[in-house]
């Protein structure tokens, strides 16, 4: 076949095709503690004054690149708290707080290892013996039940379907893919302990009776004879 028979048609197709970059947008970041006390739960599903409570918190653990335009810990904190309160799409995270979808899944990442490595220093039993005489006495304000360290219980954190072997265990009784958690707390509502390992699959009793802190040297033990208290 002759090359100069390639039909033209094709070539002036070929001429059209040219690649063009994507123009340089302008993301504009706003302050969102200007928000309202009530604008900014809405959006964050916390108060303002935890929120800033948050930055403080994690505001030297979040170094960033001078590079650029750097995110600051506010924008940080806030990306990871909209992505995770509200279960939204990253790119709908980004376009509120004026950064791209990756650095949306960068933040909440690091926002939540650091979180993770301070975790211990406020999730904890009440080791003292004022601590936990203060923690039996409030119990006992609220419904004049004695003698007890804390309440429990058992959620199912609603999870992605997981398509890996072995995902049919994560099907909880209710019939949803999940992570079956538990948690104490104290009289006002603060978390005390929690085991995040288990499958939804996994009864309650089970994640009970495995529990570390309920070991014979555990800390609980030595609160349950000391005090002869109740979970």
Not at 157 to 162: N, W
Not at 202 to 227: A, P, T, Y
Request: aromatic share 6%.
């Amino acid at each position: 076949m002759d090359i100069n028979m390639i039909d033209l048609m094709d070539l002036e197709d070929l001429d059209m095709l040219e690649t063009t970059r994507r123009p340089d947008r302008h993301r504009q970041r706003m302050n969102t503690f200007e928000l309202s006390d009530e604008n900014f739960r809405y959006k964050y599903r916390f108060s303002k004054r935890f929120g800033k409570k948050i930055v403080d918190l994690l505001r030297e653990d979040l170094v960033h690149d001078s590079r650029g335009c750097p995110l600051s810990p506010e924008i940080q904190v806030v990306c990871a708290l909209r992505n995770w309160a509200r279960h939204e799409i990253q790119d709908d995270t980004g376009d509120l707080h004026g950064v791209s979808q990756p650095i949306v899944s960068r933040t909440c990442k690091r926002v939540a290892e650091i979180l993770s490595r301070m975790s211990r220093e406020f999730i904890k039993m009440p080791t003292s013996l004022n601590e936990q005489q203060e923690t039996i006495r409030k119990f006992r304000s609220i419904a004049n039940f004695p003698t007890v360290i804390g309440a429990i219980d058992c959620t199912h954190i609603r999870i992605k379907k997981v398509n890996a072997n072995g995902g049919q265990l994560y099907i909880n009784r209710k019939g949803f893919s999940s992570i079956n958690v538990q948690v104490v707390c104290d009289a006002n509502l603060k978390i005390m302990d929690i085991v995040t390992r288990w499958r939804g699959s996994v009864h309650d009793s089970r994640i009970f009776r495995e529990w570390e802190i309920l070991g014979e040297d555990s800390l609980l033990k030595i609160i349950f004879s000391r005090h002869n208290t109740h979970l």
